[in-house]
Antibody, heavy 115, light 107 residues
Framework: EVQVVESGGGLVQPGGSLRLSCAAS????????MNWVRQAPGKGLEWISY????????YYGDSVKGRFTISRDNAKNSLYLQMNSLRAEDTAVYYC????????WGQGTLVTVSS | DIQMTQSPSSLSASVGDRVTITCRAS??????LGWYQQKPGKAPKRLIY???SLQSGVPSRFSGSGSGTEFTLTISSLQPEDFATYYC?????????FGQGTKLEIK
């Protein structure tokens, strides 16, 4: 079964850092680009980042550019999101989604930025 | 950036109704569009890809159409499990952008 599972969410103070992980299984992870998408409480979906299958190219949304870094470890079938300088408005459920066409999503991990 | 304007933002309908949701792109995106269903507390689920192709396992009452700047998602006969929020997503260029969502509620 094709599956992605996020982890690493939690409560963090404004200005703090957090690293999210996304573990992939059931497919050849190294052959797929991957995305991070978030959803603030009661709000819509916001794409935040994409990384190509090799990790050589990365894209970011304006709201996270310069603060968040996407990366991957194909040997570990894992995707990461390093989040620095966190703000209250970064509070959201963070999803990883497979491929440029977003065909498979994880269940999400909640990040709460609050003092 | 490509803006995706989705309408309506909410819709009240009954079981058995035919429902149409529209997404308009601010510039042409060929058929680089997907439709997603999201239920409360759950991850989005892809229904349609490439604007009109039905995701495997999705009931045939769901259909998509359009190309360029105008796209529609149609549910031919609403079932109780279809009451959810629906989003379109363009993957033609970066940044990827979603429509604002359509909340489909029971009348």
């Amino acid at each position: 079964e094709v599956q992605v599972v996020e982890s690493g969410g939690g409560l963090v103070q404004p200005g703090g850092s957090l690293r999210l992980s996304c573990a992939a299984s059931g497919f050849s992870f190294s052959g797929y680009g991957m995305n991070w998408v978030r959803q603030a409480p009661g709000k819509g979906l916001e794409w935040i980042s994409y990384i190509t299958y090799s990790g050589s190219t990365k894209y970011y949304g304006d709201s996270v550019k310069g603060r968040f870094t996407i990366s991957r470890d194909n040997a570990k079938n894992s995707l990461y999101l390093q989040m620095n300088s966190l703000r209250a408005e970064d509070t959201a459920v963070y999803y990883c989604a497979r491929h440029e066409w977003f065909d498979t999503w994880g269940q999400g991990t909640l990040v709460t930025v609050s003092s | 950036d490509i803006q995706m304007t989705q309408s309506p933002s909410s819709l009240s309908a009954s079981v058995g109704d035919r429902v149409t949701i529209t997404c308009r792109a601010s510039q042409g995106i060929r058929n680089d569009l997907g439709w997603y269903q999201q239920k409360p507390g759950k991850a989005p689920k892809r229904l349609i890809y490439a604007a009109s192709s039905l995701q495997s396992g999705v009931p045939s009452r769901f259909s998509g159409s359009g190309s360029g700047t105008e796209f529609t998602l149609t549910i031919s006969s609403l079932q109780p499990e279809d009451f959810a929020t629906y989003y379109c997503l363009q993957h033609n260029s970066y940044p990827r952008t979603f429509g604002q969502g359509t909340k489909l509620e029971i009348k």
